[in-house]
Every structure is written in C-alpha cells, then in structure tokens.
C-alpha cells in the first residue's frame, strides 16, 4: 500500500510544475510504452505514480513528459520525455 496517495503525487506535481497545470495532468500509476524510459520497468519507477504532462500542440507528434513520484518516499524520481 503506498504512503504517498494519488491525491498528494498531484499537490506534488503542481507544486514542481506550477498551478496552472492542475487541470491538464493526470495521475494513474502505469508507465507509458517508450524506449526513453524502458529502463524505468526494471529501476523501481514501477512503484511510482505517474504524471502525464502535455505538451504544446507545436512539438513533436507522439513526445510527452512524464514525471514518476514515488510511492514511498514522495520524491520525484523521474522528470523527462516519454515518447517514441
């Protein structure tokens, strides 16, 4: 069970991105399918909560950031693109 709720990795991502992202990113505890982060299924980010952080229409198809907050300790431990 984690200590750190999905409520609280929200507050955690805001407060790292800036409010203005409140009702653009979502919360969910699976990792997106990339090869920028394929490293993460076997370092311990699969026992994070996952941000999805859009992007500007203007960027690249297909790219995304993602920020992983962990579960136990409320840390951010991962903050980068996410994409094919």
């Not at 407060?15 to 982060?37: A, Q």
């Not at 370092?43 to 992983?68: E, F």
């Amino acid at each position: 069970m984690p200590v750190w709720t999905k409520e609280e990795a929200l507050e955690i991502a805001i407060k790292h991105l800036g409010e203005e992202y409140r009702d653009k990113i979502k919360v969910t505890d699976k990792l997106p399918r990339s090869r920028n982060i394929h490293m993460a299924h076997t370092t311990g980010l699969k026992k994070c909560w996952v941000i999805h952080v859009p992007y500007p229409v203007s960027t690249t198809i297909d790219l995304g950031r993602v920020i992983c907050i962990c579960k136990k300790s409320g840390r951010i431990i991962f903050d980068g693109m996410a994409g094919e």
